[in-house]
């Protein structure tokens, strides 16, 4: 999929390419995790531990669950000008250890250069799309992170009253569930 970069905060960059990702990818998209996740959770979960997290030790346990086959989970890159900007990685609903029909967007991240550009909506377009054959597209996002359920409210998801108690370093970071059906357009 390419965004069309004539319009918006993106007009003058190249285009923008989702792609499976690659091995190769692994310390770049776990560059973009970790470093997604000190910026979003900061204030929301203990900076000890955000400070804690490790791109090197993410990228190690990247590379061996993708040699080891993913355990049908699809991993997304996208890419601007040869350099890998966002990440989003999806696959079977988890109720527990229980699979439903219904499809997960486990994560997304877009490196903090790249907020607001459209990188973030063009890797979740992509996600709706390979899962339309679902009935339904489920997330889970902390409670008190409001930029990213906006971010999922204005691209159709919802709140369906779910929740689902996490905890980090002893302190209660709570997440709520969101839930959309795939061939629902956005506002």
Known sequence: MNEDSSHGPAAHAPSL???????A?????SEIRVRGWQYAYRGLMPQPFLDGLSVER???RRRTRFLDGGDGVTELVAERGGTIVGWAAHGPYRDGEVRTGDAELYAIYVAAAHL??????AL???VLEQCAGHARVYLWVL????RARRFYEIAGFAADGAEEPYEVDGVPVPEVRYVRE??????
């Open 17 to 23: 390419r989702i792609r499976p990702m690659a091995l």
């Open 25 to 29: 990818d692994c310390d770049r998209v």
């Open 58 to 60: 993410d990228a190690e």
């Open 116 to 121: 607001g550009t459209g990188v973030g909506r």
């Open 124 to 126: 979740l377009t992509t």
């Open 143 to 146: 409670k008190e992170n409001a």
């Open 182 to 187: 795939p061939g629902v357009t956005s506002a």
